[in-house]
């Protein structure tokens, strides 16, 4: 184990605080933040992806956000490919990565051997499918996709046609989702010394710090955001399609009041926040951190400073 290279995780729900305690957490230790959050990596969507500020980054190095713009494409094996080489260089530097976000399968192709080989493909079966989409709509396919890899179906939105097709392409040329080559464990031994933390509280206090975080993601322009990326790129690209975005778009599109998007959007982040426990709770590597039990950010982050201090940093 001592040969590995050392690992800090800090997962927990949307609006847990996660970014506040890793900043402190990286004064203490010489730490530098790798982003585990799919929306982060995206250039302009800063107001409704709660992205941190230079100044609320205290001059910590911050790595994976701002890396591609909304229409471009990135995929969790990306993600998994260029952390993975954070991780060396950051340890090469002396310093310890600290792995911070809410996007479970980004932390989980970090931290296990998750394999992206990728699954065959087939332009001639791919082009049909794109004629069949042009003829019979986006929700046709979409439905047919349900029909046969329901796990693919429900992550992916039916506008989303670029991916539905490469699932439909996946599980017509081989039978299988496309999800058993994406996502297949084989190798169970530790790639890093490894120390997981999730953050967590009450429940309603949760849902209340959710609210309040929409309130001011409004205040501070999210709905100018918004209207300023539709206009630049096309409405239903997948960036777009991420939660804080496409209620808005719903809105701006005149599908909706202000005050309903807005309850829209309150209520779709706190079942979002609901499915992030519920995947984090079924890793017991987690210790979790109750954050009502600390006086604020300072003691969370000083309480994991000294649960790795000697095994990952020295004392």
Known sequence: ?????????????TASGKTDVAIELAKMVKGEVISADSMLVYRGMDIGTAKPTPAEMQGIPHHLIDIVDPDEEFSVAMFQTAAEKLIVEITDRGNLPLLVGGTGLYVRSVIDHYDFTPAPRDQKLRERLKQQAATLGNEEMHRR?????????ARLHPNDIRRVIRALEVYYQTGKPISEYQYTQTNTAPKYRLKMFGLTMDRQLLYRRIEQRVDLMLQRGLVEEVRQLMQRYDTWGTALQGLGYKEIIAYLKGECTLAEAVEILKRNTRRFAKRQLTWFRAD?????LNMQDYSDKNAVAREIAKQIAGELVSV
């Open 145 to 153: 996709l349900a029909a046969v890899d329901p796990a693919s179906a």
């Open 1 to 13: 184990m001592k040969d590995l290279r050392p690992l800090v995780v800090i997962v927990g729900p």
């Open 284 to 288: 017991k590597r987690i210790h979790w």
